[in-house]
Nanobody, 124 residues
C-alpha cells in the first residue's frame, strides 16, 4: 500500500501561482510514476502531469504546458506541481496518484493509489 497526502491548494487570483505537494509513504519502492490529475464539478477527472520516478521523464497535458512544472524530491519522497499563470479554468480538485508499472500514462485508470485531493480555486 502507498499513502499519498496532498497539500498546497487554495484561492489565488488569475495570473497567480501555487505549488502543490504530494508526500508518499508506505510501500514507496513500488512507485514508478507519480501523476497529477484534476476534476471540476460535472467533469471527468483529467490528466495534468506525470513524472517517471527513475529518470524524471515528464509529460504534461496540452492545457498546462509551459505553465505547470512537475518535479520530485527523492529524499522526501514528495512530488510537486508548480502552477504559474493560473486561469479560472484551472479551478478544480487536484489529485496526486501513483502508478506502479514503469511506463508513464495519462489514463486515470492506470494509476493504483490516489490521494484525497486538494482544492485549487482561481478567481477572475
Amino acid at each position: 500500500q502507498v499513502q499519498l497526502v496532498e497539500s498546497g491548494g487554495g484561492l489565488v487570483q488569475t495570473g497567480g501561482s501555487l505549488t502543490l505537494s504530494c508526500a508518499a509513504s508506505g510501500r514507496t519502492f513500488s512507485t514508478s510514476v507519480m501523476g497529477w490529475f484534476r476534476q471540476s464539478p460535472g467533469k471527468q477527472r483529467e490528466f495534468v502531469a506525470a513524472l517517471r520516478w527513475r529518470d524524471r521523464n515528464t509529460n504534461y497535458a496540452d492545457s498546462v504546458k509551459g505553465r505547470f512544472t512537475i518535479s520530485r524530491d527523492n529524499v522526501k519522497r514528495t512530488v510537486y506541481l508548480q502552477m504559474n499563470s493560473l486561469k479560472p479554468e484551472d479551478t478544480a480538485v487536484y489529485y496526486c496518484a501513483v502508478k506502479s508499472a514503469y511506463s508513464s500514462s495519462w489514463i486515470a485508470g492506470d494509476y493504483d493509489y490516489w490521494g484525497q485531493g486538494t482544492q485549487v480555486t482561481v478567481s477572475s
